[in-house]
Nanobody, 128 residues
Framework: QVQLVESGGGLVQAGGSLRLSCAASGRTFRSYAMGWFRQAPGKEREFVAAIRWSDTITYYANSVKGRFTISRDNAKNTVYLQMNSLKPEDTAVYYC?????????????????????WGQGTQVTVSS
């Protein structure tokens, strides 16, 4: 059974940094893409960033480009989201998700319904 467990959230001042981690288990993820999404109170869940396990190709939402960096450690089966220059509008619950690229769109994307597995989320709060 696939399990995605996020960690690293917390409270930080505007301009600060946080690094989120997503530990993946339950299968081989070589054919998967891993994504980060976020959901602020009263808003829909939105795409943040994605990366493929098989190479270094990444994809970012415009709102975080240049501030956030997604990366992965294959040996640890862990995906990271380094968040710098945080803004109050980055406040949200951040979710890790896995997309089987053999099903549906075979390319990196930010579509929620393409992602097959989700973590429980970790809260990020940025104070002004």
């Amino acid at each position: 059974q696939v399990q995605l467990v996020e960690s690293g959230g917390g409270l930080v001042q505007a301009g600060g940094s946080l690094r989120l981690s997503c530990a993946a288990s339950g299968r081989t993820f070589r054919s998967y893409a891993m994504g980060w999404f976020r959901q602020a109170p009263g808003k829909e869940r939105e795409f943040v960033a994605a990366i493929r396990w098989s190479d270094t190709i990444t994809y970012y939402a415009n709102s975080v480009k240049g501030r956030f960096t997604i990366s992965r450690d294959n040996a640890k089966n862990t995906v990271y989201l380094q968040m710098n220059s945080l803004k109050p509008e980055d406040t949200a619950v951040y979710y890790c998700a896995a997309d089987d690229l053999r099903v549906g769109r075979p390319w990196l994307n930010g579509l929620r319904n393409e992602y097959d597995y989700w973590g429980q989320g970790t809260q990020v709060t940025v104070s002004s």
